[in-house]
């Protein structure tokens, strides 16, 4: 495997359920994030990570949990969704070089596709 | 409040055209603009620009930004149906690691 690889690629949920999400680097990076991607919306940032400590976490609410067990694997624990969280879940990583540009360039994976009914 | 703006929003050209894209930015302590191109999921990179003037260049795409009009343009020539996709512009900024994303532009390439 190469880049950055997410699981799965669909998932279908009714509100109810616990289900999460995973995402897998190869890339040697200390830094990842996860990201909602809406129809006609920009990126919303959710959550960054640098060298598994939680950086940032913009306003989630907290049926979204992350977790970070070590610099190339990245988790995002669903719990009690709401219908309109229904949206593509892209993680991406890159190298943290604290607040160098280079840092900027992120490497998304493939998302995962989720459906709240 | 920081924001990215890019124009058109959707465009629709014939193989072999050549079309610019925009990317405008209202942010503080910018850092460095980047371009990705969206297919079907994964965004993928194909610019990180940080320097006025400077263009960047990869087969039939090219790039530059302006500090001075706090914009940048993307630009691909003799285009070809497989760069139908949705382009991305973000802005880092600061010293963390956040960017400020636009909304895209869908491009469709008619053969």
């Known amino acids: 495997e190469t880049g950055v690889t997410q699981t799965p690629r669909h998932l279908v949920m009714g509100m109810t359920n616990k289900k999460s999400l995973k995402c897998e680097q190869h890339l040697g990076h200390n830094a990842m994030y996860w990201y909602k991607q809406s129809a006609k919306k920009p990126l919303e940032l959710m959550f960054v990570y640098s060298l598994e400590e939680r950086v940032e976490n913009n306003s989630v609410p907290s049926r979204f949990s992350p977790e970070c067990p070590n610099s190339s694997h990245l988790f995002l624990h669903l719990h009690t969704l709401q219908p309109e969280d229904s949206a593509l879940y892209l993680c991406?990583?890159?190298?943290?070089?604290?607040?160098?540009?280079?840092?900027?360039?992120?490497?998304f994976g493939p998302g995962t596709r989720l459906t709240v009914l | 409040e920081d924001k990215v703006v890019q124009s058109p929003l959707s465009l629709v050209v014939h193989e072999g055209d050549t079309v610019t894209l925009n990317c405008s930015y209202e942010v503080t302590n910018f850092r460095s603009l980047l371009w990705y191109k969206q297919e079907k999921k994964a965004p993928t990179f194909l610019f990180m620009l940080t320097s006025s003037g400077i263009e960047k260049k990869s087969g039939r795409l090219s790039s530059i930004l302006d500090k001075k009009e706090l914009s940048s343009i993307l630009n691909i020539t003799a285009t070809q149906t497989g760069d139908s996709a949705i382009y991305l512009c973000a802005v880092g900024v600061g010293n963390n690691r956040k960017l400020i994303w636009g909304l895209g532009t869908s491009l469709a390439v008619n053969p």
């Open positions: 991406a990583s890159s190298q943290d070089r604290r607040g160098a540009s280079s840092t900027d360039t992120q490497y």
